[in-house]
């Protein structure tokens, strides 16, 4: 991708951020950094907090998309509840990471990833969560050799009876796949 | 307390499996308090924060399903697990606030028979056991004061962020009371509401294991005998993994982690067996052994 390419798409994606609840707050950053101080993980982000803002203004989004910024966001709401121009700023990572997942750009084998990706297949096709059959597909996805290295807590969670191994299909499930399938939404979300 | 109060209550996946105690603890403390919880019939997943990480219409449409289905029975959600409790009730935000999305989520519901015209609220338990029960009732009920027991009350990101609206933002204090009101001490650690990793120990282990570590670490620094939360995820994170992060963080931080429902019904004289207490993985003897009689 050229780098004119690249700014429009950044810019085309900037609209789209704007448009999330609360998104055309993001104008109003001041750069103040009080969300990258409140942040659990931002020392570990490429891009911390602050400078998600900075990068999308100056137009590189598709950056950001391929950094481990947003998959390192745990949705803690701190950054939200401090800023002070009220920027919902856990919506904007929520917004990255459904944008990343959309166009595949999130790292490869990236374990934050695979994990929301695993869990909505989950959940499509049983109307609740599964967990080992969650887990089973995460190690698929990331490093399936490291399901080995999950037996002692898998051991240690069924002896007090704290893992269920079969899915439970709630009754509903023709009715919640038909309402999915009518939503419009971003994408089909099946990455 | 109002009476009659009954809600739609929402247990959510974890307390299903990996936090049954949790659901067990909730139904069988609810009862002596006299909150009516019936579960919500063929509840779905919430979609948690995964599902918002993927698709966000669709996101909404597993949250609006629920609210529909509540909505049917004319009661408000009460959920357990913060996680479900943000996600849901941002969702019935959302839908309040913009018109558009609700008739394009309405249009979806339809698909299915079901319609949601934004009549009722989502509340967490803890809110409704402290701002609807009451300390009076909950006091009156006390039948074995835990007089000396050090409770550390760990509240995580999700239950008064984002929406600053049952308790404050930065220095929640719900569980303090609470603790108090059981005739147990609060003890006060800094880092009560920082995040504890979430999903982090699954998918960055080093970095849950820091997250989490040091909130072991501050809540035994302070004195605590034992940790309470309000969120299956944090349960289990501060829970299973002290093993391996002692080894990792090179500290001690072997510290027994109840939920706030678990506490309350060891005042209250429950039978271990009604709080799922055998389900715990750390021992939980000192708390138990603090109990008056
Ligand atoms: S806290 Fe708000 S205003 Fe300050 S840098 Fe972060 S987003 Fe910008
Ligand atoms: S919500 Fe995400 S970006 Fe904001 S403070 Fe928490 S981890 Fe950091």
Redesign the interface.
Known sequence: MSETQAQKLGMELLEHIRG??GGRSIDKCIQCGTCTGSC??SN?MYFSPRQVLAALRAGMLDQVLKSNT???C?????C??RCPAKI?F?DVM??L??MA?KQGSYPRRD???????S??EV??RY???A?AILVGK?YLRTNPLKILGQVP?VI??LA?????FFP?K???I???K????????????K? | MTENLTFAYYPG??A?????AYDVSTRNVAKVLGIGLEELN????C????????????A???CA?NLALAEKEGKDIVAICSGCY?VLRKANQ?LA??PNLAA??N????????SYQNSIKVRHFLDITVHEAGQDAVRDRVTHPLTGLKVAPYYG??IS??F?EVDD??SPRMMDDLIEWLGATAVLFPLKS??C????M???PP?GQQ?TGYILRSAKEAGADCIITACPLCQLNLE?YQDTIGKTLDMDCRIPVLYFTQLMGVAFGLDKSDLAL????TPVETVLSSRGT
């Not at chain 1, 745990?74 to 701190?78: G, K, M, R």
């Not at chain 1, 007090?160 to 269920?164: D, E, F, P, S, V």
């Not at chain 2, 055998?278 to 993985?281: D, M, S, T, V």
């Open positions: 999330i609840p659990p993980t570990l947003p998959w390192f745990t949705s803690c709401y701190s939200a509840v919902p856990t929520y917004e990471k459904r997942v374990p934050a990833s695979a994990m929301v990706r869990f909505s959940v499509r109307g609740r969560n967990e995460y807590m240690k969670l007090k009876r704290r893992m269920a439970h709630i009754k509903g023709d009715g919640l038909k309402m999915l399938a009518a939503v419009g939404g971003n994408h089909e979300g990455p | 996946c974890s299903t499996s990996t936090n049954r063929d509840w779905n997943c979609g948690a924060s995964a599902y918002l990480s993927v698709d966000e219409k669709k909404m449409v597993f399903r943000v959302h606030e913009d394009e989520i249009k979806s519901l339809a698909a299915g028979g079901m990101c999700m962020r984002p600053n933002e930065e920082k995040c990793g979430g999903l982090m699954t998918t960055q970095v997250l299973a055998k389900e715990c993985i």
